[in-house]
T-cell receptor
Framework: GENVEQHPSTLSVQEGDSAVIKCTYS??????FPWYKQELGKRPQLIID?????GEKKDQRIAVTLNKTAKHFSLHITETQPEDSAVYFC???????????FGQGTELSVKP | NAGVTQTPKFRVLKTGQSMTLLCAQD?????MYWYRQDPGMGLRLIHY???????AKGEVPDGYNVSRLKKQNFLLGLESAAPSQTSVYFC???????????????FGPGTRLTVT
């Protein structure tokens, strides 16, 4: 089955800097890769996703890149703000089981 | 439109006790999932359902049972609680439209369970 590895487990940046979180996956059949943000005490919420027919996707200050050959994908946050502080999870969609397999999470801290 | 709701929000159990967590969604979603979240472990799938009357095992199913008797509800049961089941439990749902599966999962607010 699918296995997703996420790095780093913690990341601290200064406000205004960029942050990059990386994930690798094992199943070459996976075709959908979402990123979720979870604020302290809250539920995970989708912030961006990418499908396997696309190499990069942007939404304002966040972007995701996908390298299917190497089986890795990354989240990029530019001009970080204190409200970006949260735990971020990557995931890969496993077919035909119709389920997501999550990475272990990255705790991002943005210092003002 | 309440989205995905979970009952209860908090619960403390003693070892060996049983309980049922209820997940309800009002979005007419086909697929429903139960996860547990532990520090440093991410979100691990316990059981899931791809339709009313169907269930399947996830990554960590031992010690849990589930039922999906109605499309909108997904129940997670602990028959004999153990301290290792202390965790935050999240329910999620997702949907399809026609022949296309839409993969975004919508999460409930979570249930914090402590087993002493």
């Amino acid at each position: 089955g699918e296995n997703v590895e996420q790095h780093p487990s913690t990341l601290s940046v200064q406000e205004g800097d960029s942050a990059v979180i990386k994930c690798t996956y094992s199943d070459s059949a996976s075709n959908y890769f979402p990123w979720y943000k979870q604020e302290l005490g809250k539920r995970p919420q989708l912030i961006i996703d990418i499908r396997s027919n696309v190499g990069e996707k942007k939404d304002q200050r966040i972007a995701v890149t996908l390298n299917k050959t190497a089986k890795h994908f990354s989240l990029h946050i530019t001009e970080t703000q204190p409200e970006d502080s949260a735990v971020y999870f990557c995931a890969a969609y496993e077919e035909p089981e119709i389920r997501l397999i999550f990475g272990q999470g990255t705790e991002l801290s943005v210092k003002p | 439109n309440a989205g995905v709701t979970q009952t209860p929000k908090f619960r403390v159990l003693k070892t060996g006790q049983s309980m049922t967590l209820l997940c309800a969604q009002d979005m007419n979603h086909e697929y429903m999932y139960w996860y547990r979240q532990d520090p440093g472990m991410g979100l691990r799938l316990i059981h899931y359902s791809v339709g009313e009357g169907t269930t399947a095992k996830g990554e960590v199913p031992d010690g849990y049972n589930v039922s999906r008797l109605k499309k909108q509800n997904f129940l997670l049961g602990l028959e004999s609680a153990a301290p290792s089941q202390t965790s935050v439990y999240f329910c999620a749902s997702s949907y399809r439209l026609g022949g296309q599966r839409y993969y975004e999962q919508y999460f409930g607010p979570g249930t914090r369970l402590t087993v002493t």
